[in-house]
């Protein structure tokens, strides 16, 4: 066994045993008590737990039980003495277990005749078992004065008898397991904190699995280095090492670029784990089905007609709750952005008359020309005691010249949309002088204006825009940091396989997200798409934080190419960077309402998730389905074939071991 | 001798609109687009070249320039082999600021003897008339700071772009013999230790 050289033994424990009697009814074998190793064994890829009773090193004679009744059993030399003190002595940090041997009688079998050896090795081999952790359905830890496991395989008729660690080892062992699995597929069970449950590996999982073994891969390794719960289990190092010696092989290593680069990456962005609790302090990963995405059409762009039917005479909008329906199953036509998207970026009240919206545009407008003066009004040699404001200036002039110029309304040199973006820039600083300039505001700017023509109102309508996406720009970029953190929340929840797969590629921070995010999919999308997208996105429906969903959806799309490629840091990032201007908006806005519905109609969402897309404050989604005259926007359900998901996943730390489980 | 190709990783460092995207477009695509967009986050490309006789895969690192993506930006420092500081000759305050990247460079790339780590200084935009920044003056800058090699580089119509990519290459081959970045072409298998029977308690 140990000599096939693929065969690499992660853990091995010996004084593990086997108590026929709890497990058989034959009256006969009540007190025996089969002493073997557990081992936990790569062959080849596959996670096997292999359990053999000690070979014939054992003289059936001196077999030794354990009686139940300690009262009726001759005595074996079982001393308190120098010999099982040493053991306790060189055991007693991680063999806690060990005490209460010394409170168990053992007594001699009475020895059976002549054939008894032959007997025995049958006897024995009978105990032997194997089995893939991957058929392994879950693990009960039990305690009766020592320590004892109870596995059960999927397959329901097959019955395996309890290990007991009798000589310490079990914690050991399912550390052991938690840890190989802790990226995989071992999950504790929600109600039951003895219990693991441990999930069907599929074939991308047992992949990347592989990937993490095979690969001379550091980042588990590195990442159990880090582990809190780890470093602090006392006698784990030990086993530990093991595991060490089976990843990295003979060659001590360098630590690749990527997993420094996401090291640190997750030094800044900071939270994933915690942000996780469900209940602080225990661990709780239920498997909840997702079900089936539904499929969902989408509609015309809202007309002109459309637009003046849902206004009052005095020019309220009226029924705006079916108005934004409507421009986020379908958009805007061109004509109306110009108006609508003063309502939908908040400019410009829905209640408000056609009266107030013109005294307030002509408020809006003194006001802006005063913040206008403010920096046109600066002298050059106040420019030069101001190195904030200089700085400002110089970035907005480089942006502006590299902003959208292949558009129409910013391209050629002296287009006087360039000069209008840099003047509402420049204005933007002096209303906010705090943020000033940040890259990216251009891209924000840039289709506000290009639908208002007009510089109060483009400059309004991105104030307004800039209060949902300050955050993002502000110096802590926090704004940045908790959508990465979402995103991975939401991510894992949708498709934990694929989760996995960018976390053992040093990618579950999502950095490759940024661009995305930050100016959101302005870059990822033609011009026009992007228009689209945003005036969907602005409509608040049919949840909250729909961009991350939307983000999911490209996801979705990519990962099947991302893990069939064994892509791996560096070419996650590019080929994400490189998906500019190839994706299709009404795909991607198809697949994230379907994905917004599929995660809506779960029960029990853990509270992380409701949170993020604002299920448990307000029913804004949920008026969706039932505004439309029928179902029939539903046209068909089906399985996602890429999905690994329909998985809910609910993530806590327990002893600050984190654990991601599955069941 | 058997082909090696090594994986050199090099990375543009500078203010932001001092052409740290147009010199990497240039020399890995041969184009120059004068209104291409600021960088947003992080990016790079691969180029393969040979060097003296040594085959090498460039990966070239761009990064937004701005303050205010300092945080995001400097985990992608790590791992890289050379760093070209790079500034504007029509921007001084770019020149100026050379100093500053240099020091987040050597700080957040964790360089151990950065007295000896190659950097290649670029000043870009020399097709541009109006100079805010003399060639002496960058010159004896670079002498002062360590005596990198300068390079005046116009992204726009090519101008020593190559040159001063191939100077970096050469760079990093001559001050690092190390062979831990050449990657034999034929990939080998790393076997792990097959464990013997290992026993934790006896």
């Known amino acids: ?663 | 001798m058997t082909t090696k190709t090594s994986l050199l990783k090099v990375i543009l460092l500078g203010d932001g609109g001092v052409g740290k995207s147009s010199i990497m477009n240039r020399y890995v695509t041969n184009k120059f687009d004068a209104h291409l967009f600021h960088t947003i986050g992080v990016e790079f490309l691969n180029k393969d070249l040979e060097v003296d006789g040594h085959q090498v895969t460039l990966q070239i690192w761009d990064t937004a320039g701005q303050e205010r993506f300092r945080s995001l930006r400097t985990p992608f420092y790590r791992g890289s082999d050379c760093c070209l500081l790079t500034f504007s000759v029509d921007d001084n305050q770019s020149f100026l600021n050379l100093g500053n990247w240099k020091k987040e460079f050597i700080y957040y790339a964790d360089v151990k003897e950065p007295e000896k780590f190659p950097f290649v200084v670029l000043g870009n935009k020399v097709d541009v008339t109006e100079r805010q920044v003399s060639t002496e003056e960058a010159q004896q800058w670079c002498q002062e700071n360590g005596d990198y090699p300068y390079y005046e580089t116009s992204a726009k119509d090519a101008t020593n772009v190559a040159v001063a990519f191939e100077e970096a290459v050469r760079r990093v081959l001559a001050m690092d013999e190390r062979t831990d970045h050449l990657i034999p072409t034929d990939t080998v298998k790393l076997h792990r230790k097959p464990r013997s029977a290992a026993t934790c308690c006896s």
């Open chain 1, 1 to 663: 066994m140990a000599s096939d050289p693929l065969v690499k033994i992660i853990y091995e424990h010996e004084g593990v045993f086997i108590h026929p009697s709890s497990d058989d009814d034959d009256g006969l074998e009540q007190d025996l008590l089969v002493s073997g190793s557990l081992r936990i064994l790569d062959k080849d890829g596959e996670i096997i737990v292999e359990y053999r009773p000690l070979e014939d090193t054992v003289d059936p004679s001196n077999m030794l039980c354990a009686g139940k009744d300690s009262s009726s059993v001759v005595e074996w030399a079982q001393c308190p003495g120098e010999r099982s003190h040493q053991l306790l002595e060189t055991q007693q940090s991680y063999e806690t277990e060990w005490d209460m041997i010394n409170a168990v009688s053992f007594r001699k079998r009475p020895c059976s005749n002549g054939e008894g050896s032959l007997n025995h090795s049958h006897e024995k081999s009978r105990w032997a078992f194997t089995f893939s952790v991957s058929d392994l359905r879950s693990i009960t830890l039990k305690e009766e004065g020592w320590c004892f496991l109870v596995f059960k395989l999927k397959e329901p008729s097959a019955s395996l008898p309890a290990l007991h660690f009798h000589q310490g080892g079990s914690r050991e062992f399912l550390d052991m397991i938690e840890i190989i699995f802790v990226y995989v597929y071992v999950c504790r069970a929600s109600d039951d904190a003895t219990c693991f449950l441990v999930s069907t590996p599929n074939k991308a999982l047992s992949q990347s699995f592989e990937n993490l073994l095979d690969d001379n891969n550091y980042s588990l390794v590195n990442k159990l280095k880090k582990d809190p719960y780890v470093t602090t289990l006392g006698g784990f190092s030990k086993v530990t090492n093991y595991l060490f010696d089976a990843l990295r092989g003979t060659e001590e290593q360098q630590r690749r670029p990527p997993e420094e680069v996401a090291d640190l990456l997750g030094e800044v962005i900071p939270g994933l784990e915690i942000n996780q609790q469900e209940e602080p302090g225990f661990e709780v990963i239920t498997r909840i089905d997702l079900g089936t995405r539904p499929q969902v059409t989408r509609r015309e762009p809202l007309s002109a007609e459309d637009w003046t039917q849902h206004q009052d005479p005095e020019g309220r909008m009226i029924n705006v709750s079916h108005l934004k329906q409507v421009i986020f199953k379908g958009g805007l036509c061109h004509a109306v952005r110009k108006e609508a998207w003063k309502f939908l970026l908040g400019y410009f009240p829905w209640d408000s008359t056609l009266e107030e919206r013109k005294a307030l545009q002509r408020t809006k407008t003194d006001e802006y020309f005063r913040m206008k003066l403010q920096w046109k009004s600066v002298s050059e040699e106040q420019e030069r005691r101001n190195s904030r404001l200089r700085d400002y200036k110089s970035l907005i002039e480089k942006d502006v010249n590299r902003t959208d110029r292949t558009n129409r309304f910013y391209e050629g040199i002296d287009n006087p949309g360039l000069v209008l973006l840099h003047d509402i820039l420049m204005t933007y600083c002096m209303f906010d002088f705090d943020l000033g300039y940040v890259q990216g505001m251009s891209d924000l700017l840039s289709p506000i204006l290009y639908v208002m023509e007009n510089e109060v109102d483009a400059f309004w309508c991105f104030v307004s825009y800039m209060d949902q996406m300050h955050q993002n720009f502000e110096e802590q970029m926090q704004g940045m940091k908790t959508q990465l953190v979402q995103l991975s929340t939401l991510l894992r929840l949708l498709d934990l396989a694929f989760w996995n797969y960018l976390e053992s590629q040093d990618s579950g921070y999502l950095y490759f997200c940024f661009r995305w995010l930050l100016i959101r999919f302005k870059r990822e999308l033609s011009f026009q798409d992007v228009l689209r997208l945003w005036e969907v996105m602005w409509t608040d429906l049919p949840c909250q934080n729909f961009h991350l969903l939307v983000c999911c959806a490209i996801l979705d799309s990519e990962k099947q190419k991302i893990m069939e490629e064994n892509y791996g840091f560096n070419e996650i990032l590019k080929h994400i960077n490189e998906l500019s201007m190839k994706l299709d908006i009404e795909e991607i806005l198809h697949k994230a309402e379907g994905i917004c519905l599929q995660i809506k109609s779960c029960k029990d969402l853990p509270h992380s998730v409701s949170t993020i897309l604002g299920f448990n404050t307000e029913a804004s989604g949920s008026d969706l389905t039932d505004s439309e005259s029928s179902p029939a926007h539903i046209v068909s359900h089906r399985q996602d074939a890429c999905s690994n998901g329909h998985r809910h996943l609910t993530e806590t730390s327990h002893n600050g071991c984190k654990v991601a489980f599955i069941s």
